[in-house]
């Protein structure tokens, strides 16, 4: 199992503060899992670039196209 990585924050203005906080690797649900199963390989690949690319502001569980599919299954 792999180390929890960690972000070590400084906040800049009086008073300094450095603060250690841990950062959990997402574990989807097994919704997401589905979906992401689902998924034609652009589709993947997409999926892949958006995460890469937004790093910690992507939220799957917001995306356009998880929120189709769910509401789909209804």
């Known amino acids: 199992m792999e180390p ?3 972000i070590k924050i400084i906040r800049r203005k009086p008073p300094k ?3 250690e906080i841990e950062i959990e690797k997402p ?4 919704s997401m899992t589905e979906y992401i199963e689902q998924l034609d390989e652009t589709g993947k ?3 892949d670039i958006a995460k890469s690319h937004l790093g910690s502001s992507f939220n799957p569980y917001l995306s356009n ?4 599919w769910v509401s789909s299954l209804k």
């Open 65 to 68: 196209g998880y929120l189709k």
């Open 17 to 19: 503060q450095e603060v």
């Open 27 to 30: 574990e989807y649900s097994a």
């Open 4 to 6: 929890t990585p960690k």
């Open 45 to 47: 690949k997409a999926f």
